[in-house]
């Protein structure tokens, strides 16, 4: 069973071991596909046209289904690993134990944004960045410093509280629960929280920053927490639009999964704290 932990609960042993399993599937490409699926989307998802890893109502279960395929790569490593959530609410300063040199290492230096300490620091050359933006090859970070604030919990709540999950036109212009939580309209907490990132996470190379995975696993944290919060708000649009995931249609690039699937996650893993 797969219980999905706040990172600030692991013990030493579980951030070695998730660590580990990071850099065996950068070892063998597997890390880097995952890379150049989400830049691919990013870069053809678009408001007037098709869209389905974001800007859209199936962002949410299009990154679910993203993180339990990379879950069960990680899982392929060392059986025992289960993606970890980062609470931004919490834990959102540079000095968190987050960005200590035993887990994801620190912010970039001044110069260049470069990761320097840490297990994805470019010393070494084990974590070369292959999918690139442009000619550097090294992680790049710079925490705080394309937004000052990471989002409340204030803030959490009063996305949470938004009892349609998204409406027309399905796309970064929507009222709703799922473009406040994206981040393109009203206080911003997704997106936001690639901003304060910086470096990479600022990119549609996102996933080169180990840090995506965790991020992302609190946003799915917030949807389980939304569906529980309005049990009578389903998942729209139901069907008939273009360009936009309707409820039972698949999803690219799978081909075998539609946001209906995706709406139950207790059957893939659970979290710690159900809400
Ligand atoms: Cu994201």
Redo the contacts with the bound molecule.
Sequence with gaps: MTVRKNQSQLTADEKRRFVDALLALKRDGRYDSFVSTHNDFIMSDTDNGERVGHRSPSFLPW?RRFLIQFEQALQSVDASVALPYWDWTVDRTPAASLWAPDFLGGTGRSRDSQVTDGPFASAGNGWRINVRVDGRDFLRRSLGAGVRQLPTKAEVDSVLAMSTYDMPPWNSASDGFRNHLEGWRGVNL?NRV?VWVGGHMATGA?PNDPV?WL??AY?DKLWTQWQSRHPGSPYLPASGTRDVVDLNDTMRPWGDVTPADMLDHTRYYTYDVAA
Excluded: A, M, Q, T
């Design positions: 990154h997704h690639h996102s995506f991020h992302h946003v």
